[in-house]
């Protein structure tokens, strides 16, 4: 099952089977998940769990370099307050 920009959904977000091995998989990513890594074509958090898959390795370090870029700023939002 693909969602926009070629990115693979896995079924816990894609509303159908849950994937089992996140234990906070009805929750939206938070802060400590942060940075992101690409592995292949898989989008891993720092504890090492997949998030997401993208259609190929290219596209899986782009989408990680988006989703840390935006908590980075995110961040400096916070601090700037």
Sequence with gaps: MF????VQLFP????T???????DRH???RSEHFPVQARGREIVTQQGVII???TDPAMG???ARRLNKSDWGDQED????
Excluded: N
Excluded at 12 to 15: E, K, P, R, Y
Excluded at 17 to 23: A, H, I, K, N, T
Excluded at 78 to 81: G, I, K, P, V
């Design 3 to 6: 969602g926009s920009d070629g």
């Design 12 to 15: 816990s977000i894609a509303g």
């Design 17 to 23: 089977r849950e994937c089992r091995d996140r234990s």
């Design 27 to 29: 929750l939206p990513l």
């Design 52 to 54: 997401a898959a993208a």
């Design 61 to 63: 370090a782009e989408i």
């Design 78 to 81: 916070q601090w700037a307050l």
